[in-house]
């Protein structure tokens, strides 16, 4: 538990004194070999092993790597609200993170309503897009409507 704190990944409930980890947190510890993961036939469970076994979400592999990436440049990244989103804080302002795969189609109205829905929570909307060598660009997300811009 105390690997948890310190590598501020989890949730610790209090009914229970247990940590709830998103599959990315425990993606990130097993990667850094922090932790050692066992399934319930007590089979050890390296990084592919753990997608592969309980992956719910197209979204999980890219949104591990963009975690880890955010990670690695040094922000605290946070599973989000939704299946590929992540959240995060820098300089006093806090991120959504909205993770998509290059060359995949982009629903246009999800797009907007997720702006809309990381407004209102006070996070800049941020868009990740990873390729298909792992590679992560951000790009600020703005909205705009047209009678605004003439």
Do not use: H
Not at 54 to 65: E, L, M
């Amino acid at each position: 538990p105390e690997i948890f704190a310190e590598s501020r990944v989890g949730v610790k409930t209090t009914e229970f004194s247990t940590y709830l980890l998103d599959l990315v947190e425990l993606a990130y510890l097993t990667y850094f070999k922090e932790c050692e993961v066992v399934d319930v036939d007590g089979q050890n469970l390296k990084l592919g092993d753990l997608f592969s076994k309980y992956s719910r979400s197209r979204y999980d592999w890219i949104k591990f790597t963009t975690f880890l990436d955010l990670r690695n440049r040094g922000r605290v990244a946070q599973p989000g609200y939704s299946e590929n989103m992540l959240i995060f804080e820098m300089k006093g302002q806090r991120y959504a993170v909205y993770v998509v795969e290059e060359n995949s189609p982009l629903n246009t109205k999800e797009l907007l309503s997720w702006i809309d829905s990381a407004l209102l929570k006070n996070l800049e909307p941020v868009l990740a897009l990873v390729d298909a060598n792992g590679d992560v660009t951000y790009y600020t997300v703005r909205k705009y409507r047209l009678e605004d811009l003439v």
